[in-house]
């Protein structure tokens, strides 16, 4: 059945707004039109990159256009939408505003909180060990039943923070065997951190508050924390944590 001609109409004059505010051809912007708009999250299959990818699509802009009109290098952009380490609040800010996403659909892109994927998924609820998923500055978004029955409360509950639990609680020292290496290794995660998020205020804050020896002995060889084994201190023994899964600045 042919189309009604008022349904081509206001096909092609949408297509010219979008032309006109994107700064696209007729042609690229009829392309970039066809783009679905992904949003990520609970309940969505996609996730905060996808999400961008598809907005930045839909402007008919390339990665390096984003970048340049964000004000934000290309490897910071680049960072968003692979997840390969977070550039920092005020980046991913402007680029939402770039990119028109409205306040009231932003929340969906906070990296904290961002649903647990597949793979992490099925570790959380196939592993027999303790397992957590956290995001770039270690706060909690989801642990299985045996982290919960092992690591503290604080760490566990979501937004709570295991770097905060090892480099500032008074506890930690007694309940981790490798305490001294595993403050460092946080320590060292910590600097790296700040190199990439100098105005992160989680980062900042922490930063502020630990120890000054830690601080300057932090590890500038072992890796991310998530690198290291914490050796927990139970009744019945030495029981090793190592599946801590996270999103790691770029370090």
């Not at 008919?60 to 960072?79: F, H, K, N, P, V």
């Not at 995001?135 to 509950?157: H, K, M, S």
Request: charged share 20%; aromatic share 6%; net charge negative.
């Amino acid at each position: 059945m042919p189309r009604h001609p008022n349904h081509d109409r206001a096909r092609r004059s949408r297509i010219r707004r979008h032309a006109e505010a994107t700064g696209q051809t007729y042609q690229a912007a009829q392309r970039s039109l066809a783009v679905p708009i992904l949003a990520p999250g609970a309940g969505h299959a996609a996730t905060v990159g996808d999400a961008l990818i598809s907005r930045r699509l839909r402007a008919g802009l390339s990665a390096q256009d984003a970048a340049t009109r964000a004000d934000i290098s290309l490897e910071q952009y680049s960072a968003l939408e692979s997840g390969s380490f977070w550039p920092g609040q005020d980046v991913l800010d402007a680029v939402l505003d770039l990119l028109a996403v409205p306040d009231s659909e932003r929340e969906p892109f906070a990296f904290f909180g961002t649903p647990p994927s597949d793979r992490e998924r099925i570790l959380l609820t196939g592993s027999t060990g303790a397992v957590m998923i956290v995001d770039y500055a270690w706060r909690t978004i989801e642990v299985n039943d045996a982290a919960r029955g092992l690591l503290p409360a604080q760490a566990c509950r979501p937004g709570g923070s295991l770097m905060r639990w090892v480099l500032l609680d008074d506890t930690a020292p007694r309940l981790l065997l490798n305490h001294d290496a595993v403050a460092r290794g946080f320590a060292g995660y910590l600097r790296r951190a700040l190199e990439v998020a100098p105005a992160d205020a989680e980062f900042v804050a922490i930063r502020d508050t630990i120890d000054q020896d830690v601080w300057e002995h932090a590890s500038t060889d072992v890796g991310t924390p998530s690198g290291l084994s914490l050796q927990w201190h139970t009744e019945a023994g030495t029981t090793p944590v190592t599946a801590l899964m996270g999103m790691t600045p770029g370090c």
